[in-house]
Nanobody, 127 residues
């Protein structure tokens, strides 16, 4: 069974860079056909797809966040990471990592549409 676990600081100051890591167990992030995805859910709002890295290493970003987002991976640790720069309080959200072999999953409305997902981590942007 594939398991995903997000980690990173829960509090980030405005203008700083938010950095999160997703550790994957029970499966390889280099698996063909799988996409490893970052999504977030601001308070009172729906899921927002942020970006993904494919098993091949190709990277995809949400157009609305592309200028501030960087996704990378460490295959030796079976981890993939998210960096979001110049954060503001509007970036406060629960951040999830997820995975699916059905494409980028950019239009999913619920976590259950993904094959696997982490428990989520609350990130608050505040001074």
């Amino acid at each position: 069974q594939v398991q995903l676990q997000e980690s990173g600081p829960g509090l980030v100051k405005p203008s700083q860079t938010l950095s999160l890591t997703c550790t994957v167990s029970g499966g390889s992030i280099t698996s063909d056909y799988y996409y490893w995805i970052w999504i977030r859910q601001p308070p009172g709002k729906g899921l927002e797809w942020m970006g993904a890295i494919a098993g091949s290493g190709s990277i995809y970003y949400s157009p609305s966040l592309k200028s501030r987002t960087s996704i990378s991976r460490d295959t030796s640790k079976n981890q993939f990471s998210l960096q979001l720069s110049s954060v503001t309080p509007e970036d406060t959200a629960v951040y999830y990592c997820a995975s699916t072999d059905k494409g980028l999953g950019s239009d999913y409305g619920s976590l259950s549409e993904y094959d696997y997902w982490g428990q989520g981590t609350q990130v608050t942007v505040s001074s």
